[in-house]
Nanobody, 116 residues
Framework: QVQLVESGGGLVQAGGSLRLSCSAS????????MGWYRQAPGKQRGLVAT???????NYANSVEGRFTISRDNAKKMVYLQMNNLKPEDTAVYYC??????????WGQGTQVTVSS
């Protein structure tokens, strides 16, 4: 079955860095656009970054220049490198897959907490 398993979240001080990883299985990863979304308490889930099958990336304005999304098709992994973290980056981060000719999939999420 389809699985998206996130890892790498945790507690970090403002200005620090974290690298999130998402391991994918059960669908054709190489033909799927992938992304990271986040949801803070009391707020809606929103886009952080996406990466297409061709490697084109898109970022939310709030993370542009600080976060980098990447993918490894051979390993079926997608990553989110987060630098210069701010307290407002605190949220649950979700891995998202948009396969070709299949429904979207979501991971269970990983908590990122940035202390001031």
């Amino acid at each position: 079955q389809v699985q998206l398993v996130e890892s790498g979240g945790g507690l970090v001080q403002a200005g620090g860095s974290l690298r999130l990883s998402c391991s994918a299985s059960g669908f054709i990863f190489s033909s799927s656009s992938m992304g990271w979304y986040r949801q803070a308490p009391g707020k809606q889930r929103g886009l952080v970054a996406t990466i297409t099958t061709g490697g084109s990336t898109n970022y939310a304005n709030s993370v542009e220049g600080r976060f980098t999304i990447s993918r490894d098709n051979a390993k079926k992994m997608v990553y989110l490198q987060m630098n210069n973290l701010k307290p407002e980056d605190t949220a649950v981060y979700y891995c998202h897959a948009r396969p070709l000719y299949a429904p979207d999939y979501w991971g269970q999420g990983t908590q990122v907490t940035v202390s001031s």
